[in-house]
């Protein structure tokens, strides 16, 4: 298979101008007759819906949560990144580019990455129109504040809850397009399929969680934004509905996964309590901004933090990286922690932690504009380990927070499925081997209203509307198998319920392919979840029954797919032998413990297709024409 | 610790539902409380009994799918938070807590503790929203709003929409729910062309959807996660009379 990424010719910034002219339109009054299905219901998704639907496209839109407004965007916390130089302070498009591509570790297609800053500017423009209260200025103006791997201040906030208020913009301009009829939204509804006719998506079957009705759906094409795969860890920062399935059925339909082993660890999260942990709270990496982050020098220090003096603290990010000390980006703050713990010099229970400390923030600021900052964050902190960060510094750990990798797209988010387009943390596309933060919600955003309503046309226009009909085998074919599928899971009738085998595999998993990955380790996970997923089919039990809301049979379908899809992940991170941002393979670090990566051999994008067996590794290799390799250095 | 749960069961929209009593042995202080149940429902699914059905999905207190009401107080006892992020060291040894679903007539029961929100939905399709398709804003700081407003905008527009406001009020009203969103639209300037028709229309769907009249109890603003203030009421009646007088001029 060759992988034709179609990216328009000619120089960088004018690539994405090049695309929207010379793409074919579907005229206005031609619109309605093309019924299109978005799968997910966050920024990406949601804003496809919505979008789509203002152009006069008949939309079909499904999330598995009550209500559109609950898609897992809810939760981002610290802001998204725009390159509108409101702070004077030397940022551009270029420059917006170049950091994600740098941050990203160069695996990240150039073109992509550069399209998305050129159109994050509009995005802060389109939700300040939805109502999207953003923090502001006494004058009126908006505010911004600085985030990991950034020396500008670019990133623009709502408060902690800057994930909330865009989706509820998203989730406003939706509900407009529902209550005038545009787009016909099924909460509590999880797509079970992709259905591909003749190579080309033409629909998804699905099962209403209430009734447990299986469903086929007919479209002109699919959209998928279902988010991203975290929960393959068990343990993550992701709300724990968040699933690989929808993605994972996909790639089963001929789709190509590529990079599923670019996981992000992120470095401020709350440690861990107990074996009955079903999250892990992130603490907004905002707060770096104004904490300090430090462990004893000498190790099983058992002293409180304030009976440490400051000469026997280690505040080893500013010390290893001067230039961008506590706001280091994500993955190599997160293994300097752990390489802290590992050295014996953890903190707290299990010495599992590491300081973020505010003490001198407050000092210099005052409680009332920590308050104003974090307030809700310290809050939080609170609520959950029963200590106020106001009095003593914050215990945080890393913990598995974004997935970089997804379904392989070319320039237009189409995969290699004519007809399915995906978007948002379900493809992989612009973040290469590490995500910079706040520049997920601007993917979405970007992929959902300003990418997708302009690439999606120029498939439409080559196809006639409504060819296939749910009456085709295919659909049949497709029920069939779900509903197998469902009847199997129901009648093992084992003994472990679906959690205790995704608790297994997430402890594998993290232990295996977590922070860092080696040979032996990777070797012995390829042993191991093959036969955890043999006894799931022997030993799972779920109980009730698949005619109605059973939690239980939900869970089980997921971790079903959880247990293949693991499988591959380390498929990858096995293949690739270098190491590149959230990929730490310990063969290859440099003396210091960086990462080493192997330009000459594994300048590619891993996209990995289905067989039933081995999977066969497809490569798109990647070509920096704007940013030189080099060493990523943030010191 | 060893606690005694009430837990509302009922098996689908129709069945009349009860109370099931279980012992909860091993509760540790640093369990949240859906982490709890979380133990008792697998212990439930070992013993070849039902799973318990509640909705949660992102319990760190955003996602507002989280719904229960706890010795008769949504959300639980503490102030200004989700049921999904009470922790158990709450409770002492020996307590007993009553566990049951939203109770208002517009939220029907699902299953167990699950109920059916669509109606707060719906209200929003009404109207709760600025009518602006991607593509046509303005640079964003061509639109000054005043610190103030922006700040009072954004404390109304931190609802999560949960539903405890409705399930607090003896009236089973959802005015905070409308309001916060009226209010939050109302303070900032994009929101301006469409301010009468927005609570006109909204107010009109949250009585077609059932939901009662609010007379003040403010039940609503001490449950609310988020800290709603009731002033947002007050602010969504001076709408709803500015909106209705210029109606009829
Ligand atoms: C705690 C936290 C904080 C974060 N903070 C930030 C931040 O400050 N800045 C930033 O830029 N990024 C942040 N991120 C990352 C960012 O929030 C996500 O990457 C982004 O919101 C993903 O958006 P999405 O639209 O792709 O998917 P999601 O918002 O996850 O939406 C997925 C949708 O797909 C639906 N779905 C999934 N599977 C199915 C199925 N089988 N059938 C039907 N529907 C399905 C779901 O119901 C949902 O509607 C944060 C992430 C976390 C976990
Ligand atoms: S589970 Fe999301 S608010 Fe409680």
């Known amino acids: ?635 | 610790m060893i606690l005694t749960l009430r837990i509302w069961r009922q098996k689908h929209a129709r069945d009349k539902g009860r109370f099931e009593t279980y012992e909860m042995k091993g509760v540790s202080p640093d369990m949240s409380f859906l982490e709890m149940l979380d133990v008792l429902s697998d212990s439930l699914v070992d013993r070849g009994e039902d799973a318990l059905t509640f909705d949660n999905d992102c319990r760190e207190g955003i996602c507002g799918m989280c719904s229960l009401t706890i010795n008769g107080v949504p959300h639980g006892p503490d102030q200004g938070g989700t049921v999904c992020q009470l922790h158990m060291r709450r409770y002492k040894e020996g307590d007993t807590i009553t566990i049951e679903p939203w109770r208002v007539s517009p939220f029907p029961v699902l299953k167990d503790l699950a109920v059916d929100r669509s109606a707060f939905d719906r209200i929003i399709q009404a109207g709760g929203y600025i009518t602006t398709n991607a593509g046509s804003a303005v640079d964003a700081n061509a639109i000054l709003v005043p610190r103030a407003d922006a700040e009072t905008a954004m404390d109304a527009a931190a609802c999560i929409g949960c539903g405890a406001c409705a399930a607090s009020c003896p009236n089973g009203s959802a005015m905070l729910f409308v309001a916060a969103k009226v209010s939050h639209l109302a303070h900032l300037p994009q929101g301006a062309p469409e301010r009468a028709q927005r609570v006109l229309s909204m107010v009109s769907q949250m009585d077609q959807e059932g939901f009662g009249n609010c007379t003040n109890h403010s039940e609503c603003e001490a449950v609310c996660p988020k800290e709603i203030n009731v002033s947002h009421i007050a602010k969504i009646n001076r709408e709803f009379i500015r909106a209705a007088v210029k109606s009829i001029f």
């Open chain 1, 1 to 635: 298979m060759k992988l034709d990424a179609k990216i328009p010719s000619g120089p960088m910034a004018g690539k994405w101008e090049k695309r929207k002219f010379e793409g074919k339109l579907v005229n206005p009054s031609n619109k309605r007759k093309y019924n299109i299905i978005v799968v997910g219901s966050g920024l990406a998704g949601g804003g496809a819906a919505a979008s789509l639907g203002e152009l006069g496209y008949n939309v079909d839109c499904f999330c598995f949560q009550d209500s559109s407004r609950r898609a897992h965007s809810i939760a981002a916390q610290g802001g998204i990144n725009a390159a509108k130089n409101y702070q004077n302070d030397g940022d551009s498009v270029y420059r917006l580019f170049y950091d994600t591509v740098k941050g990203g570790d160069f695996r990240s297609r150039e073109a992509n990455v550069h399209r998305l800053a050129e159109v994050s500017a509009a995005i802060i423009d389109q939700c300040v129109a939805m109502g999207v209260p953003f923090a502001r200025e006494y004058g009126g103006t908006l505010a911004n504040r600085s985030f990991g791997g950034a020396q500008v201040s670019r990133t623009f906030y709502a408060r902690g809850q800057t994930g909330q208020q865009l989706l509820l913009g998203v989730y406003s301009a939706l509900s407009r397009q529902i209550g005038a009829g545009q787009v016909r939204m099924h909460p509590r509804t999880e797509m079970l399929d992709l259905v591909v006719v003749d190579g080309h998506a033409k629909g998804i079957v699905t099962r209403d969680l209430i009734t447990g009705k299986i469903e086929s759906w007919a479209a002109d094409a699919v959209v998928l934004a279902t988010g991203g795969y975290g929960p393959v860890f068990y343990l993550s920062t992701n709300a724990v509905g968040n699933n690989v399935t929808a993605a994972y059925r996909a790639h089963k339909k001929g789709a190509l996964f590529a990079n599923p082993c670019y996981t992000q660890i992120h470095p401020t999260c709350i440690p861990l309590s107990g074996d009955h942990q079903s999250k892990l709270t992130l603490m907004s990496e905002s707060l770096r901004n104004d904490g300090r982050i430090w462990v004893p020098k000498k190790q099983g220090d058992t002293r409180t933090p304030g009976d440490i003096p400051d000469a026997e603290r280690d505040y080893y990010l500013e010390r290893m990286y001067p230039s961008f000390g506590n706001l280091a980006p994500r993955d190599i703050s997160s293994r300097a922690a752990k390489r802290a713990c590992d050295e014996g010099r953890g903190v707290g229970p299990g010495r599992l932690g590491v300081y973020l400390d505010f003490r001198d923030a407050l000092s210099r600021l005052g409680d009332d504009t920590i308050r104003q900052r974090y307030d809700n964050l310290f809050d939080m902190y609170e609520r959950i380990t029963g200590e106020n960060a106001y009095n003593m510094p914050m215990r945080i750990y890393p913990a598995i927070h974004y997935t970089m990798g997804g379904l392989w797209v070319d320039y237009d988010l189409m995969s290699n499925v004519p007809g399915l387009y995906v978007l948002g943390e379900a493809n992989f596309s612009d973040h290469g081997a590490n995500r910079l933060g706040a520049s997920a919600l601007m993917q979405g955003l970007a992929d959902g209203c300003f990418v997708i309503p302009y690439t999606i046309a120029e498939y439409l226009a080559g196809t006639a509307p409504g060819e296939v009909g749910t009456d085709h085998d295919e659909f049949k074919k497709s029920q069939n198998e779900v509903s197998d599928r469902i009847r199997a899971l129901l009648s093992v009738n084992g003994k472990r319920s679906a959690t205790s085998f995704h608790r297994e595999l997430g402890l594998l998993m993290w232990e295996k392919c977590g922070m860092a990955r080696n040979e032996a380790g990777l070797k012995s996970a390829l042993e191991m979840i093959p036969a955890l997923r043999e006894e799931f089919w022997e030993n799972v039990k779920v109980t009730g029954s698949g005619n109605d809301l059973n939690s239980e049979l939900e869970r089980a379908g997921r971790v079903a797919d959880f247990l293949e899809f693991g499988e591959l992940l380390v498929t990858d991170a096995i293949t690739r032998e270098e190491s590149c941002g959230g990929h730490f393979r310990e063969e290859y670090q440099t003396e210091e413990g960086e990462a080493m990566r192997d330009d000459e051999n594994f300048s590619f994008v891993g996209a990995w297709e289905y067989t039933g067996e081995t999977p066969i590794l497809h490569k798109e290799n990647l070509e920096f024409e704007e940013v030189h390799l080099a060493v990523r250095s943030y010191k």
